[in-house]
C-alpha cells in the first residue's frame, strides 16, 4: 500500500500523480512524503524508487532483506535510516522487531515497512488534515524528528507491559514451583534478548544522525534530536535491567524448588521418625518365644501399657517437632 | 506550590509579584530562585514559564514527563538539567527516585518537583533568612552548586540504610532457610537496580556540567562541582557494590538452603539406619514355623538376649554416627 | 588444487601461463585472481609466491600457520587479510572455522585456503563465465568486496541452524532431565565461543579495512564495506546472545533436575505416609499378649472393622494430598 | 598528634614553632612536612590550616569528612590528594581502608589521618634521623613519592593475607560441609569488594598524578611515580582475581553441599533396599493361617533355610553396591 | 649463570671479557647480548650492571623484585621491559609464570631472569653458531623480536595442554560425579586466572612497544612486532575462554551430582513403593483375632492366594515404572 504526501506552497496534496514527483522534487521548498508498506517484496516499487528518487543499487538491495542492523547510510543526494519498532506479544512471550526503513533527503522521505504499525498510521492520519501548524511545514528534518519521536514513545508501552509481566513473575517465582515458570522466564529473556538487540544500535545511530548528516538538521532542531536518543538511552538501560531481573528470577525460582523439596522431605522425616520407633516396639511384642514376659506377667493391661507407651513416644516427638519449627 | 525568592542589591525578598520579574530579570546583578513543588499537572505554571523566562516548547515537554533520564540541555538562553532522589522504604524494599527538573540561566534558577523535597525545603528556608552570607549571594552557579551538593548529601543516609539492611539480611540469608528471605534478597536488587538507573547517567551529567555550561561556572567554582561529582561516583560505585552483594547473598541462600535439607536427610537416614535393622529382627522372631530354635531353646532369657542384642545394635550405630559427626 | 584468473582488455582468460603474469601484473588496468586450495602444505606455491608476487618472508609464515587470528597486515605493495569461516556439525555440535588468507594489491588478488568452501567455489565458477557485467571488471576492491560479501552471507545459514538448535535445546531442557541435554548445551557453548573468537577480532578488521588501505577503495565502495562490516557485527551480536542463552538454559536445566527430583520425592513420601501408619496398625494387633482386647472382644467382625479403619485412614491421606495438589 | 619536620639548608629539624613557619615556607629551598593524626575531629588544627597554609574552604570540608573517595585536587598554591590504606582483619574476615589525606605544594607536604598507619609510622622515624641521603632532600615531589611507595608497598603483606585464607578456605570448601565456610566465603568477598572499591579510584588518580600536577613532578621523577602506579594496578588486579575466585569458591562449595547430601541418601537407599526385602519375608512367614506350608511342612530346618534365603538376599545386594561403587 | 655474547665487525664472539665492554659499547655497529640466569639474588650482577650498562637505581630495584607486571619504561640510554613466560603443571593443576626482565638499547641487549627457560636456551645456543644469517646481524631490534617471538611461540603448547586437560574434564563433569572433579576444576579456572593476570599487561605492553620505543624499532620491523602482538592478543582471547568454559563445566559438573542423586532417589523410591504395600498386606495377616477370615475360611489355598495377589501387586508397580522409564 502506498501514500504519498505533497506539502506545496502552504498546503498539503494527497492525490498527487507519480509522473508529477520529479518536479516537485526540483523545488526545494516542497516536501515529498511516501510511505510504504509492503505486502511481501519490494518489487512493484522498486522501478519508481530507483527512477524517481535515484535510490543506488545497494540501498534498494538492503530495503529488500527482513532482518537489518539499524544504521545509517550516506549515499549520493540522500541518506538512508534503518529503525526498528518493538512489539511484545503477552500470550506467547515473544518480542517483534518490525524493520522501518527511512530514506530522506533535503525535501523528500520515503518510509518503508512490511508490517502495518499503529503509531505510523496516525502520524500519515494528521497529516493529511489541514491545521495550523502542519507536521510538514517545518521541513523534512522536523518531520523526520516526528517520525522517530512517536516510534520511540511506541516503546513506552512495551515497557510497561514487561514491567507488569516481571511483578507477576516475581510473585509466581516465589510461590508457584511449577515448570512452567522457569519456561516463562527463559522466553521473556529471550524476547529481551532480541529487544535489546535491536535497540542497541539504535542508539549509537540516533547518536550519529546529528554529527553525520552534515546541515542536513538545523541547529535549532538538534536538542530534539537530542531528547530523542536520551529516550532511546532510557529504553535500553531499562531493558538491560530487566533482563539481569531475569536472570536473578531464576536462581529466585531455583531455590524456591529447593524449599519445596524441603518442604516435602521434612514431612517423609517426620513420618518416618514418628512411625518407625513405634512400629519397632509392636515387632518386639509381635515375636513368639517360649517365654515372653509380656505374656507371662499380663494381668490384663499390658496391651493398653504398652499402647499409652506408644502415644507418649509420639506425643514427645510432636513436641519435639514444634520446638524444632518443623510443624 | 510556588515560592519566589528574590536577591536584589545586597539583600533578599519573598513578596515579589511576577509582574515585576522582566525588570528584575534585565538587572544581571540579580538571582532569581523559583520553586514550583507541583500537586500533579505543570498546566497551571506553564504560561508564566513560557512567558516570563522564556522557555521552549521542548522543555516544557520534558517537563511533563513524570520519568525522565537525567540529563543536560542547552536551550537558547538557559540549561535545562534533570537529577533524581533517591528514597528507600525499608517496609516495603522500594526505591522511590522523584524527578527533579533545574532550569537556570545567569541570573535565575527554577526548580520544579512532583514531590516535596526535605533536603530541599531546608534550603529555601535557609534562603528565607538573612544571613551573612547568603546562599543566593554568590551567583546562580553558587546556588546551583548549593542545591546539587544537598542533593547528593542527601543520598548518604540511603546508604547508610541499606548497609544497615545488607547485614541484616546476610545474618539471614546463613540462619534461616525461610522463603521470605529470598523475596527480600530479590526486592532489594531491584530496588539497587532502579537506584543505579536513575545515578548512572547522572553521573555523566554532572562530569559534563563544567565542559558544557562554557562560562556559566567560574573556574573558581569548578573543584566545588568536581566534589560533588566525586560524591556521585562513590554512591553509584556504592550501589553497585551492594548489587553484586545481594546476588552473592541469594547464592549464600540457596546453599543454606540446601545445608538445611542435608540436615534433615541425615536425620532420616539416622532413623531408618538405626530401626530397619532391629525391626527386622522382630519380624525374624515373629515368623511362625513348627520348630521355631528360638521357642524350642527358650529357657526364659531369650526375649531378653535378644533385646540386649538390639540395644547392642543401636548403640554401635549410635557409636558410628558419633564418629562421622552426624550427631 | 590452484585456479589463475586474468582479466585484461576487457574479458577473463583461465589459461593464463604462469611465465606471462609479471607482465599482466605490470599492466594497471589488468587484474590477476589466484586460487589455492592447500592439500596439506603451502610448500609447492612458496616459491611462485615470493618470486611473482613478492610476498615478503612474514607473509608466507603467517600462509603457513593453520590457526592466526583475523587481522590486516600492510606490506610493500600489498595487503594480508586474514579472515575465517564459519561451519557448524549438527551431528557432533562441533563448530569448523577455516582459515582464508586473502592477499590483495592494487591489480591482484590471491585467496589461500586449507579447506575448500562452497561459496569461494561458485564465485570462482561465477568468475569463469563470461557475463555482461563480470565480476572482475569493476577492480580489484570490489572483488575483495564481492569475496567478504559473499563469505560473511555464508555466516547467516548457521545462525539459522544455530537457531533452530536453540528452540529444540529449549524445549528439551524443560522437559527431558537426561544427562545428554546438559553435554549438548555445553558444547553447543563451547562451539559459540569458538565462533565468537573468530568474529570478534574480523570485525576490527573490517572496520580498519577502509581506513587502513588508504586510497584502496575508492570512496564511492565504501558504503559497499560498511555494508559487510554491518552483517559482521550483526553475526557477532547473534552469537553472542546465543551464548547468553545458553547459560541461561543450564539454569534452566539444572531446576528442571531439581524439580524432577521434588516429583520422585514427592512419590516416595505419599508412599510413606500412606503405609507407614497402617502398617503400624497392623503391628499393634499382631502384638502377643496374655490378654489382647482385639482377641477377648471379638465378635467375629474386629477383622473387618480394623480394615475399614485403615481404608479410611488412607481415604483421608489420599483427600489430603488432593487438597495440597500433590496428587 | 603533630609531627612538625622542617628540611633547611641541608639539615633537618624537628623542634620548629609553628610561628617560624611562614618564614620557612617563603623559602622555596626549605620542605615542610606536618603530620597530623587526629584523636576525632579536625578542629584544633583547622586555623592553623587555613592560616599557615592557606587551605581553602573545601579543602577543610573534605579532610572532615571520613569516608571519601581517593581523588586529586589542584586548589591555589597546593593540590590535595586523597588515598586510603588496606589492612585486613583475619579473625573477623573485615577490611578496613583509613582515609590519608595528602596536601602538597612546591615546598611543604602535609598527610593527615584519622588512625595510626605502621609505615607512615616509620617513614617519620626515618625523617628524625640524619642521614647521608635525607628522605626530605630530594624535595616535595620525591617526599611524596616516597610517601606513596611505602603506602603501595604496605598492600603486599594484606594480598599475601588474603592468598593463604583463600588456599585455606579452597580446601574447607571441598571438604567441609558446615554453614561456617559459606559465611566466610561470603564475609571474604564483601571485603574484597570494600578493598577494590577504594584501590579502583587510587589507579586513576595515581595515572593523573603525573599529568595534572604540571611542573610539580619533575621529568627525571616520573618512572618513579610510574611504579607506583604500575604495583597499584597490580594490586587491583590481584584482588580482582581474588573477588573471581570466592564467586567460584561459593559454586565449589555448593556442590561439595550437594555431593555430601548424595553420600547421605546412599546410604539411606542401601539401608532400605536391604532391610526392606528381607523385613517383607519375615512378614510372609508371620501370617497367620489356618493352613500354613512354612509350619506344616517344618522338619526342623525350615527357620534356618529361610534365614539362610535372607543372608543371601543380602550378600547379593552387597556384592550389586559394590559392582556400582555405592559401597 | 652468565653468557656474554658480542656481535661485531660480522662475526660472533663469546670469550669476551667484561674490561672490553666499554670499548664495544662505544661501537654504534656492535650488538651485546647479555644474559644472567640468576640462581637467588641479583646482588653478584648489581655492580657490573651499574657500572657496565648505566642502569639506574630504579632499574636495579626492579629487578630485584620477584613478582612484577609486564611493562616498559624508558630510561636514559635504555629500555627496560618486563614479560612473563608460562608453564602449567598438569600433575598439580599449577601455573607458572616466571618473569624475564630484558633491558636493551640501540646497541645493547641484556635477559635477567630466575628460572631457566628452555626457548631462551635454545635461542641462545643458535646465536653461539655461525651462521649465514646469524641472529644478532641484524641489529638489537631484531634481536628483541626473535626473543619475543619465541617467547610467545613457547606459549601455544600450554594452550595445547590445557586443551586436552579441558576436553578432559568435561568428559568428567557428565560422567563422574566424585569430589576430585570439582576440586581439579576450580584449580584449572585459579591458573588461568594467574595465567590471564600475567599475559594481560603484556598485551598492552607489546601494544605500545612500537609507539613508545621511538626510532628503536624500524618501519620495516613493525610488522614483526605487530605480529607478535597479535600472537599474544590470540593468547589471551584463548585463556578467557578456557576460563569461561570451566565456569560453564563447574554448572555441568552440578548438574551431574543433582542427576546423580535423582537416580539414587529413584531407586529408594521404587524399593520403597514395592515393599511398603506388600509388607503391609503381611501386616494384615499377622494379626491376632478371636476371628480371622483368612484363618477361619482357610482351605488350605490362602496362603498361596495371598502371595499370588502379592506377586501380581509387585508386577503391576514394575509394569508403571517401566512405562513411566524409571527402570
Known amino acids: 500500500m502506498q501514500q504519498l504526501l505533497v506539502w506545496q506552497n502552504g498546503q498539503v496534496s494527497t492525490n498527487c500523480s507519480l509522473e508529477a514527483l520529479p518536479g516537485i522534487l526540483a523545488d526545494p521548498q516542497a516536501l515529498v512524503w511516501l510511505d510504504l508498506l509492503l505486502e511481501d517484496e519490494l518489487q512493484p ?16 538491495e538492503t530495503l529488500n532483506e527482513a532482518r537489518e542492523r539499524a544504521r545509517l547510510v550516506e549515499q549520493t543526494g540522500y541518506f538512508h535510516l534503518v529503525v526498528h519498532g518493538l512489539a511484545f506479544d503477552v500470550e506467547n512471550i515473544e518480542a517483534r522487531t518490525p524493520k522501518l526503513d527511512i530514506i530522506f533527503g533535503h525535501n523528500f522521505l520515503i518510509s518503508i515497512h512490511r508490517e502495518a504499525m499503529d503509531w505510523l498510521a496516525s502520524l500519515l492520519d494528521e497529516a493529511h488534515d489541514e491545521s495550523e501548524e502542519h507536521l510538514m511545514s517545518r521541513g523534512a528534518a522536523r518531520l523526520l524528528h516526528a517520525i522517530l519521536d512517536t516510534q520511540v514513545d511506541s516503546y513506552f508501552p512495551v515497557l510497561d507491559v514487561l514491567d507488569d509481566m516481571s511483578d507477576d513473575l516475581e510473585d509466581k517465582a516465589v510461590t508457584d514451583a511449577s515448570n512452567e515458570v522457569q519456561a516463562r ?58 533482563r539481569d531481573l531475569m536472570s536473578g528470577l531464576l536462581d529466585v525460582y531455583l531455590t524456591t524448588v529447593s524449599n519445596r523439596l524441603n518442604v516435602i522431605m521434612k514431612q517423609l522425616t517426620i513420618i518416618a521418625t514418628i512411625f518407625m520407633p513405634i512400629t519397632f516396639i509392636t515387632g518386639v511384642f509381635g515375636q513368639n518365644f517360649a517365654h515372653s514376659p509380656q505374656v507371662e506377667t499380663d494381668k490384663g493391661y499390658n496391651f493398653w501399657i504398652v499402647l499409652l507407651v506408644m502415644v ?7 513436641w519435639y517437632f514444634k520446638r524444632r519449627k518443623w510443624i
Chains 1, 2, 3, 4, 5 share one sequence.
Open 312 to 318: 507418649l513416644i509420639t506425643l514427645a516427638q510432636i
Open 45 to 60: 516499487y522498486q522501478d519508481m524508487l530507483s527512477s524517481k528518487f535515484k535510490l543506488s543499487r545497494l540501498t534498494i
Open 185 to 242: 522466564i527463559f522466553r521473556t529473556k529471550k524476547a529481551l534478548a532480541r529487544m535489546r538487540r535491536v535497540i542497541s544500535p539504535q542508539v549509537e545511530v540516533m547518536n550519529s544522525l546529528i554529527t553525520r548528516t552534515g546541515d542536513f538538521i538545523p541547529t535549532s532542531a538538534e536538542p530534539y534530536f537530542a531528547d530523542v536518543h536520551d529516550h532511546l538511552v532510557r529504553t535500553f538501560e531499562v531493558l538491560d535491567s530487566y
